[in-house]
């Protein structure tokens, strides 16, 4: 088994052996280094920094494994307490600048979405909430946020309007590209219009086994017509 310690001090990342209590690794990060987060799978270990020289609050993801630093994700000032989601897909870090920061780990660009804790939020000069803490729970998906300033708790749900936008998006592109198979006289423009259609729908569900079939068969049909 293993434990991991940030040293705020001097910016590292250490790895413990937790049978035999000594050190096992350690990693030169940068300044500031503050909470971590372990992924479900231990592979991944993320460190929040709480401000770059450049006045941003970061996130490294680091390689449990070899100990090396794989990449470095700008997100909201004064990174401090982050949990991962129970999918794993996403980590949400909450920052001092009364918003909480949700990184896209499915995506290798790894997007941040910037999101206020509150409606009477304030900023990074003029804060009225100051996150600090959160966590995830496990079943209904819900990130709990707790607040030095406002000494307050918050519940967030920050993939909820996403999810629906997306879903709503999906299923308009599938529909655009039926019509378009379904009304349009001139075969070949049909497909033209489907496959692209069908393309952008992938692009939110790209798993979905029943649109790759479709589009590779509209693929397929103009290929040959080429």
């Not at 569900?205 to 397929?220: S, V």
Request: a positive charge.
């Amino acid at each position: 088994q293993t434990a991991y310690a940030s040293l705020y001090g001097s910016g590292r990342l250490a790895r413990f052996d937790v049978a035999t209590r000594a050190l096992a690794a350690e990693l030169d990060l940068g300044l500031s280094a503050r909470a971590l987060a372990v992924s479900g799978d231990g592979a991944r270990v993320f460190v929040s920094r709480f401000l770059s020289a450049l006045n941003h609050g970061e996130v490294w993801e680091v390689d449990a494994a070899t100990m090396t630093r794989k990449a470095m994700v700008r997100i909201c000032p004064g990174g401090h307490g982050m949990k991962s989601s129970p999918d794993g897909r996403r980590l949400y870090v909450a920052c001092f600048s009364d918003e909480i920061a949700v990184v896209e780990l499915g995506d290798p660009n790894y997007p941040v979405q910037r999101i206020k804790v509150a409606a009477d939020a304030g900023n990074t000069l003029l804060t009225r909430h100051e996150p600090y803490a959160v966590t995830v729970d496990n079943l209904s998906g819900t990130v709990w946020v707790s607040c030095l300033k406002s000494r307050s708790i918050r519940a967030l749900d920050p993939t909820y309007q996403r999810e629906r936008v997306e879903e709503r998006l999906f299923r308009s592109y599938v529909e655009a590209a039926t019509i378009a198979l379904v009304g349009e006289t001139d075969l070949l423009k049909a497909l033209q219009t489907a496959e692209n259609y069908f393309g952008k729908a992938l692009a939110l569900r790209p798993l979905n086994p029943e649109i790759k079939t479709q589009r590779e068969l509209a693929r397929l049909y103009l290929k040959a017509q080429s």
